[in-house]
């Protein structure tokens, strides 16, 4: 059997010159103009740094001009580096060599479309110099909307007062997450910690959290209740944050109950009694359950809101009016259908003329299948002769059925997706 021995070392590349005291690590994909303007921001802002650190983009074999971008402003500034790997390995794994990779004694880590706060990033690196018992320090972050003009919308999540919370102590932080609603999500963290702290993504159980228990295994960590950074919280290209708050509700819970594991030590909890913990980890769930069922309707997911809408349901959670639970019904069953005909390869839907407007404007039909009215007069110029999925309501296609074709009734498929009232 094998027996782990303390580390003795941090998995750094070598690299010449002193050591910079804090590391930015900015993992990266095809992201050049994102980069251009970190760059152009955290350079002047970081102008007068306070303490020796360094930028490094951890590149995943971007196919834009990322390489191009890094190498213009490493030559411009000597605190660039730039590590780039020969294949693209995802947004987890990168995720964990940038933390590998930087040289500081403390890292931060920076999404390349994020901000810090220059002076909230000196008090912190100042704060764990001083106290060398304190191994991260977490904040809340301000929320960023680039659709509205950049606007801040405030923070993600707020605190009255700073917490510390000495090894060990995973009772009185769980407390404090779930009483927050916080998300460990944002730190800086010492770089010595990470081999024994740092592990592959398991979808199981959100990694932030699985984190902060292995940390707090081993080191003081200190919640704030000052941000230090600025975080896109709606994009307006891609992101991984916001894919995460659509369909990670499960994956929160599970990384919310690893934490809780860490409050039973040789049997014995530590935490208060077992009906208390799971009302309250269901009642965390519950409520980011409730924000993807908002961001899955205004995004037109409406079988993913409709099975969320049911599951809150169970616990008496009203996330949406009941007038738009009933209108939901009827969206749900739409999609359900296309979905349906998704599946089996169909070629073309055609809709009735009861329901073909609606379906054009707020179903989401996959690109690769053509939406046709029964009615329209044209119906034989836009035809392409393949597999025809009808949808009716009530009644029977006005067309006949070619083999192969398949007719399915909304207004049955409504049944089946009858609102709660």
């Known amino acids: 059997m094998l027996t782990a021995q303390p580390s003795v070392a941090s998995a750094v590349p070598v690299s010449e010159g002193p050591a910079p005291l804090l590391s930015v690590v900015i993992p990266s994909y095809k992201r050049a ?50 590590v780039r790997h020969k294949e693209n390995r995802g947004f987890r794994p990168n995720f964990l060599s940038a933390f590998r990779g930087g040289r500081g004694k403390y890292l931060v880590y920076l999404a390349d479309d994020d901000l810090l706060i220059p002076e909230m990033i000196d008090k912190y690196v100042d704060r764990l110099e001083a106290d060398p018992s304190i191994g991260a320090i977490y904040a809340p ?21 700073e917490e510390r919370f000495e090894p060990g102590d995973h009772a009185a932080c769980l407390d404090f997450l779930l009483k927050h609603h916080a998300f460990p999500e944002i730190f800086i963290v010492r770089a010595d910690l990470v081999p024994e702290t740092f592990s592959t993504y398991c979808s199981v159980s959100y990694h932030y959290f699985t984190l902060l228990a292995h940390l707090l295994a081993r080191t003081t960590v200190v919640f704030s209740h000052e941000p230090f950074m600025i975080v896109t919280a709606i ?35 530590t935490y208060p009694d077992l009906p208390s913990l799971l009302q309250r980890i269901q009642g965390f769930t519950n409520t980011r359950m409730s924000v993807a069922l908002r961001l899955h309707t205004g995004a037109r997911n409406w079988l993913v809101a409709w099975h969320l809408n049911r599951r809150l349901l169970a616990y008496n959670v009203q996330a949406i009016g009941r007038d738009i639970q009933a209108e939901l019904s009827g969206l749900a069953a739409m999609e359900a259908i296309v979905l349906e005909y998704e599946r089996a390869h169909v070629a073309e839907i ?32 836009h035809t392409t002769g393949g597999v025809r999925g009808y949808v009716t309501f009530n009644d029977v296609p006005l067309r006949p059925l070619r083999e192969g074709d398949m007719a399915l009734d909304l207004a049955a498929m409504m049944r089946r997706f009858e609102a709660p009232l």
């Not at 809780?260 to 909890?269: E, H, I, K, L, V």
């Not at 003329?353 to 110029?381: H, Q, W, Y």
Request: charged share 30%; proline share 4%.
């Open 33 to 82: 103009m994102r980069l251009e303007r970190s760059f152009r921001f955290h350079l002047k802002a970081f102008a007068e740094a306070k303490h020796p650190m360094e930028f490094v983009v951890f590149d995943n074999a971007s196919p834009d001009g990322t390489a191009e971008v890094v190498a213009d402003w490493m030559s411009t500034d000597p605190r660039i580096r730039h």
């Open 350 to 381: 055609v809709a009735c003329e009861k329901v073909f407007a609606m379906m054009r404007e707020v179903i989401n039909v996959p690109a690769g299948i053509k939406l046709l009215c029964e009615t329209d007069s044209d119906f034989e110029k």
């Open 141 to 161: 972050w301000f929320l960023l909307d680039e659709t509205k003009s950049s606007k801040i919308m405030g923070a993600a999540w707020t605190a009255d007062k």
């Open 235 to 269: 994009s307006r290209d891609s992101h991984v944050g916001n894919a995460e708050t659509l369909y990670g509700w499960d994956e929160y819970r599970g990384g919310v109950e690893y934490l809780a594991s860490f409050c039973r030590t040789d049997g014995q909890p």
